[in-house]
C-alpha cells in the first residue's frame, strides 16, 4: 500500500481507480448528482499528498508546504478581488471560484514536481 502513495506509477494508477469510481457513481447517481460537480474537484486533495512524496524522494525536502501556502494567498486574494470588484462576497461564488483555482494550482504543481521527479532522479 505504501507504494501506492509513494511511487509515480502507483499514483496514477489511484487517480486512475478513484476517476473510474467517481465516474461510476455519477453515472449511477444522476439524478441526485450535484449540477456543477466535476471529476477534477476530488482531485485536490490526492495531488497535494502525491506532490509531497514525489517532491520528498526527488529533492529531500517537501513542496506541500509551500503549496498549500499559496492556496491561502490564493483565497485571500480571491477575497479581496471579489469584494472590490463586485462590492459583495457570495459564498457560492467565492467557494467555486476559490476550488477551481485550488483545482488548477495543484494539478500544475504536481505535473511540475512529475516532471523534476523524472529529472531529478534519472
Not at 67 to 95: D, K, N, P
Amino acid at each position: 500500500m505504501r507504494d501506492l502513495w509513494t511511487t509515480w506509477y502507483g499514483q496514477l494508477v489511484f487517480l486512475a481507480a478513484i476517476s473510474m469510481i467517481i465516474l461510476g457513481a455519477k453515472r449511477v447517481a444522476h439524478r441526485v448528482w450535484p449540477h456543477g460537480l466535476r471529476l477534477l474537484d476530488f482531485w485536490p486533495p490526492f495531488l497535494i499528498v502525491f506532490t509531497h512524496f514525489l517532491t520528498l524522494q526527488a529533492t529531500d525536502s517537501s513542496l506541500a508546504p509551500y503549496e498549500v501556502l499559496s492556496l491561502m494567498i490564493l483565497g485571500i486574494g480571491l477575497t479581496l478581488i471579489e469584494a472590490v470588484e463586485r462590492g459583495e462576497i457570495l459564498y457560492w461564488r467565492f467557494f467555486k471560484l476559490c476550488w477551481r483555482g485550488a483545482e488548477l494550482l495543484t494539478l500544475v504543481v504536481y505535473i511540475l514536481a512529475l516532471g523534476s521527479h523524472f529529472f531529478l532522479t534519472s
